[in-house]
């Protein structure tokens, strides 16, 4: 692809509406989704900045039945520690929410950053050593948002404990973990965000958002 | 917009397009960009997903000339310094690497998170406290995806002193700096890196980057 492509206004309103429609899933269907399809995101993953040139990305996808034993007791035992931290209507709230999809998402895929990679050779990273963790960032939401255009779902799970899973996963000493994703046909599309649908939290709008200097 | 969109093929293969004509932009045209432009942008970052639903993202125009130059100052302090970490031709050729476009841009925008905001309850916050920031570099992937869907190209600067930033702009000690972005029109459209291009790094395949668990 050498010719410059056109992003034509119907485009941008399209991807107005990715972005609008994008959420953060929860309740997967059953269905597989093919080995080519996880390459397929990962590629567009892969397309994602990174500080320096140094993509240093890490996906491993977690595939026997029991690497996902260990992270789903990893996630319901930080999600039982987390409850704690509630009381009252929130706590019983909080309770009633599904934060993870992982018992039925048919894909699981840690992203970690490989903090030790030599590639980049530094550049961008000398006052802002967290840039290497933010470019991994950039490669989820390049997935996600890739994976929503497919049809394809995609959670967040971050109620985990990162060290636990790196021992469990067998993970270089070296690489932190940025996202733990669950990817699946989802069961439902909403363009409602499901915490803002259960009550948890609403959405703030932009104007509070914005500073001037 | 309450009818779900079809997002064809045709618009997956446009959104990957995209990804693939991305660029981080130093070399920047005069033209200005409009207000209503900066805040249709930051009204896509707004649709970026936060933990919690904590829309942790505050983005800080940076406007006048007083502020502007203390930033450029910060940056050419940051850079002379990091120029010291190499030696020889890698020496040479950093010293050749145009790395922001400070001057010409005609938007600065200095995106921090608040890490003292309430709002999102702390979910998803326990183990992973990161994920506030995450959450802000996703705002940053979302502007920068709709800019360029736009015509508009920006570039994100990292080699900065965080805390004088945060000194000479008069931000809260409770915001961290995500991003320091450059936006504006750029000078030309590239499919392939400028640190590629200039010889700094090139990249990695899909495969190697690829693991199973």
Redesign the interface.
């Known amino acids: 692809?050498?010719v410059?492509?056109d992003?034509d206004s119907d485009?941008?309103d399209?991807?107005?509406?990715?972005?609008?429609?994008?959420r953060?899933v929860r309740h997967f269907l059953p269905d597989p989704i093919s080995p080519e399809e996880v390459?397929e995101l990962?590629?567009?993953a892969?397309?994602?900045?990174s500080?320096?040139?140094?993509?240093p990305?890490?996906?491993?996808?977690?595939?026997?039945q029991e690497?996902r034993q260990k992270v789903i007791a990893n996630f319901e035992n930080?999600n039982s520690?987390?409850l704690n931290?509630?009381s009252g209507d929130?706590a019983k709230l909080?309770s009633q929410l599904k934060?993870a999809g992982l018992k039925e998402a048919p894909v699981h895929l840690?992203v970690f950053c490989d903090e030790g990679t030599e590639?980049?050779?530094?550049?961008?990273?000398?006052?802002?050593p967290?840039?290497l963790?933010?470019s991994v960032?950039?490669s989820?939401?390049?997935l996600?948002?890739?994976a929503?255009?497919?049809?394809i779902g995609v959670g967040?799970v971050?109620?985990?404990?990162?060290e636990k899973l790196k021992q469990d996963?067998?993970i270089s000493e070296e690489w932190q973990?940025?996202?733990y994703l669950c990817v699946g046909k989802p069961k439902q599309?909403e363009?409602t965000?499901e915490?803002?649908r259960a009550g948890?939290?609403?959405?703030?709008e932009?104007e509070k958002?914005?500073?001037?200097?």
């Open positions: 692809m050498t410059k492509p992003f485009f941008q399209k991807l107005s509406d990715l972005f609008k429609w994008r953060d390459l990962l590629e567009e892969n397309l994602a900045p500080v320096g040139l140094s993509q990305w890490r996906f491993v996808l977690v595939e026997t690497k930080a520690h987390a931290d509630y929130k909080y934060l840690a590639k980049g050779a530094g550049l961008g990273r000398r006052t802002m967290e840039m963790r933010y960032v950039t989820i939401q390049l996600w948002l890739a929503r255009a497919k049809g967040w971050s109620i985990m404990d990162p996963l067998a973990l940025v996202g599309e363009i965000p915490l803002e948890w939290e609403s959405r703030e932009l958002l914005v500073f001037r200097r």
